[in-house]
């Protein structure tokens, strides 16, 4: 008997390139934990594009739970709440690795546990909760993100503009401009909704910017956790308001509480930690 080609993993996820990292079409899952090399340097993904680490390892989430389900059916894997935590602040010595352990509750609801690592540390500890649907729910509950039109050829890779007012020391607001379809081509085909990481990336940018700029102070701080509780799907053409009040919790710590909202509706929150390594 002539043996059957096996469906490539990334068809039975929704995302599709570009919101794909390169090469997730020739990842191969031979064993569980899988463990996958990342092929970039940690310094790539610094300050605002931390979320593009983020954005590389839920998805991997994704991958290793389709495994799991042990089919050839599409499904699409929307993040319901996520953490990741720094473990150590040594710098990171060679290849980055990333070793994750899927956990499948059922068919609707599963969980991925992340441990990235290097040549001698662990890094960061990841966890993110998704749920799960197969492509007739989802076409049906996300059906108001429909659009046919055929998408560019090239689309943007730039995100849309920020604009940071100051409220007091302790609290400011982001207004994030309206994401086009293109922006948020591949999440997901026909069903543009905006990744929260995109989210993630503008807020990012504006707390850092909202630091004092050029000091030493700033050049030592670090992202040492983030937490996002996501409960409603962002759509495009859509600005948002992000509420950010700062909270002090030790005197080199700083959370920045993020409340997502537009006029009319609240889409969830995150909460970024920064550390301070010269306090």
Do not use: W
């Amino acid at each position: 008997m002539i043996p059957q080609p096996q469906r490539n993993i990334v068809d039975l996820i929704g995302e599709t390139s570009p919101y794909l990292f390169e090469n997730a079409d020739k990842i191969a899952f031979k064993d569980n934990p899988t463990e996958f090399p990342l092929h970039q340097p940690f310094e790539s993904f610094e300050r605002e594009n931390f979320s593009d680490f983020i954005k590389i390892l839920t998805t991997m989430g994704s991958l290793n739970l389709v495994k799991e389900m042990k089919t050839e059916e599409k499904n699409y894997f929307l993040a319901e709440k996520l953490r990741i935590r720094r473990i150590s602040h040594q710098q990171p010595s060679g290849l980055l690795v990333a070793k994750i352990s899927p956990q499948l509750e059922n068919h609707q609801k599963g969980k991925s546990l992340i441990e990235i690592r290097d040549d001698a540390n662990t890094l960061f500890q990841m966890e993110v909760d998704y749920y799960i649907f197969n492509e007739p729910s989802f076409k049906k509950i996300f059906e108001p993100h429909y659009n046919g039109e055929t998408d560019a050829a090239f689309p943007s890779c730039t995100l849309p503009e920020t604009s940071l007012e100051y409220l007091n020391e302790n609290e400011f607001n982001v207004t994030v401009n309206g994401f086009t379809r293109d922006q948020c081509k591949g999440h997901f085909e026909n069903y543009q909704i905006v990744p929260a990481v995109y989210i993630a990336k503008c807020i990012l940018k504006n707390v850092f910017k909202s630091a004092p700029a050029n000091t030493t102070e700033t050049a030592a701080v670090e992202i040492e956790n983030v937490e996002a509780f996501l409960n409603k799907a962002m759509p495009v053409d859509t600005a948002f308001k992000v509420n950010v009040s700062i909270f002090r919790l030790q005197k080199n710590l700083k959370t920045y509480k993020c409340t997502v909202t537009d006029y009319a509706n609240e889409y969830g929150h995150y909460f970024i930690t920064l550390k301070n390594l010269i306090n």
